[in-house]
Nanobody, 122 residues
Protein backbone atom coordinates (compact mmCIF):
# COMPACT_ATOMS: atom_id res chain seq x y z
CA UNK A 1 0.00 0.00 0.00
CA UNK A 2 1.30 3.44 -0.94
CA UNK A 3 -0.16 6.50 0.74
CA UNK A 4 -0.13 10.16 -0.24
CA UNK A 5 -1.37 12.87 2.11
CA UNK A 6 -2.58 16.24 0.88
CA UNK A 7 -4.73 19.18 1.88
CA UNK A 8 -2.51 20.95 4.36
CA UNK A 9 -2.00 24.69 4.38
CA UNK A 10 -2.06 27.88 6.39
CA UNK A 11 -5.25 28.74 8.24
CA UNK A 12 -6.25 31.15 10.99
CA UNK A 13 -7.24 29.91 14.41
CA UNK A 14 -10.87 28.81 14.40
CA UNK A 15 -10.71 27.82 10.75
CA UNK A 16 -11.06 24.46 9.05
CA UNK A 17 -9.08 22.20 6.74
CA UNK A 18 -9.74 18.78 5.24
CA UNK A 19 -6.82 16.45 4.75
CA UNK A 20 -6.92 13.57 2.29
CA UNK A 21 -4.92 10.37 2.22
CA UNK A 22 -5.04 8.69 -1.17
CA UNK A 23 -3.95 5.07 -1.33
CA UNK A 24 -2.84 2.85 -4.14
CA UNK A 25 -3.47 -0.87 -4.13
CA UNK A 26 -6.71 -2.73 -4.53
CA UNK A 27 -6.52 -4.13 -0.99
CA UNK A 28 -6.67 -0.74 0.72
CA UNK A 29 -10.19 -1.49 1.90
CA UNK A 30 -8.70 -4.20 4.14
CA UNK A 31 -6.51 -1.76 6.06
CA UNK A 32 -7.24 0.33 9.11
CA UNK A 33 -5.93 3.85 8.68
CA UNK A 34 -4.78 6.52 11.08
CA UNK A 35 -3.58 10.10 11.15
CA UNK A 36 -0.58 11.15 13.18
CA UNK A 37 1.09 14.52 13.53
CA UNK A 38 4.50 15.77 14.45
CA UNK A 39 5.19 19.30 15.58
CA UNK A 40 8.67 20.79 15.33
CA UNK A 41 10.89 19.36 18.03
CA UNK A 42 8.25 16.94 19.30
CA UNK A 43 7.53 13.26 18.90
CA UNK A 44 5.00 11.97 16.43
CA UNK A 45 1.60 11.64 18.11
CA UNK A 46 -1.64 9.87 17.37
CA UNK A 47 -4.56 11.95 16.11
CA UNK A 48 -7.30 9.62 14.87
CA UNK A 49 -7.90 6.12 13.51
CA UNK A 50 -10.60 4.41 11.50
CA UNK A 51 -11.29 0.73 10.93
CA UNK A 52 -11.26 -0.79 7.46
CA UNK A 53 -15.06 -0.65 7.29
CA UNK A 54 -15.31 2.87 8.67
CA UNK A 55 -17.63 1.71 11.44
CA UNK A 56 -15.13 2.25 14.24
CA UNK A 57 -13.15 5.38 15.00
CA UNK A 58 -11.03 6.69 17.83
CA UNK A 59 -9.51 10.07 18.56
CA UNK A 60 -6.86 11.65 20.69
CA UNK A 61 -8.41 13.64 23.53
CA UNK A 62 -6.84 16.81 22.17
CA UNK A 63 -8.87 16.66 18.94
CA UNK A 64 -12.07 14.96 20.07
CA UNK A 65 -15.12 16.95 19.05
CA UNK A 66 -13.14 19.05 16.56
CA UNK A 67 -11.71 16.50 14.10
CA UNK A 68 -13.55 13.81 12.16
CA UNK A 69 -11.94 10.87 10.36
CA UNK A 70 -13.79 9.17 7.54
CA UNK A 71 -13.06 6.99 4.53
CA UNK A 72 -14.37 6.21 1.08
CA UNK A 73 -13.07 2.78 0.09
CA UNK A 74 -14.46 3.14 -3.42
CA UNK A 75 -12.07 6.07 -3.86
CA UNK A 76 -9.25 4.54 -1.80
CA UNK A 77 -9.19 7.68 0.30
CA UNK A 78 -9.28 8.55 3.98
CA UNK A 79 -10.14 12.05 5.17
CA UNK A 80 -9.49 14.13 8.24
CA UNK A 81 -11.89 17.03 8.66
CA UNK A 82 -10.36 19.51 11.07
CA UNK A 83 -12.56 22.25 12.54
CA UNK A 84 -11.97 24.89 15.20
CA UNK A 85 -8.26 24.70 14.56
CA UNK A 86 -5.86 25.98 17.18
CA UNK A 87 -2.22 27.08 16.95
CA UNK A 88 -1.33 23.91 18.90
CA UNK A 89 -2.59 21.87 15.93
CA UNK A 90 0.32 23.15 13.85
CA UNK A 91 2.32 20.13 12.69
CA UNK A 92 3.14 17.89 9.79
CA UNK A 93 0.26 15.44 9.45
CA UNK A 94 0.89 11.87 8.29
CA UNK A 95 -1.48 9.11 7.32
CA UNK A 96 -0.61 5.51 8.08
CA UNK A 97 -2.15 2.11 7.40
CA UNK A 98 -2.10 -1.26 9.10
CA UNK A 99 -4.13 -4.45 8.98
CA UNK A 100 -5.05 -4.07 12.67
CA UNK A 101 -7.32 -1.25 13.83
CA UNK A 102 -6.85 1.06 16.72
CA UNK A 103 -3.16 1.37 17.41
CA UNK A 104 -1.98 4.70 18.77
CA UNK A 105 1.76 4.08 18.52
CA UNK A 106 3.55 4.94 15.27
CA UNK A 107 5.62 1.77 15.25
CA UNK A 108 2.38 -0.20 14.98
CA UNK A 109 1.86 0.95 11.40
CA UNK A 110 3.53 -0.60 8.40
CA UNK A 111 2.72 1.99 5.71
CA UNK A 112 3.15 5.76 5.79
CA UNK A 113 2.44 8.71 3.56
CA UNK A 114 4.88 11.59 3.11
CA UNK A 115 3.15 14.14 5.33
CA UNK A 116 1.40 17.44 4.74
CA UNK A 117 2.09 20.65 6.67
CA UNK A 118 -0.72 22.30 8.64
CA UNK A 119 -0.01 25.72 10.09
CA UNK A 120 -2.55 27.51 12.28
CA UNK A 121 -1.90 31.17 12.95
CA UNK A 122 -3.18 32.95 16.04
Amino acid sequence: VQLQASGGGLVQAGGSLRLSCAASGRTFGSYATAWFRQALGKEREFVAAISWSGRSTRYADSVKGRFTISRDNAKNTVYLQMNSLKPDDTAVYYCAADLTYGGIWPNKYDYWGQGTQVTVSS
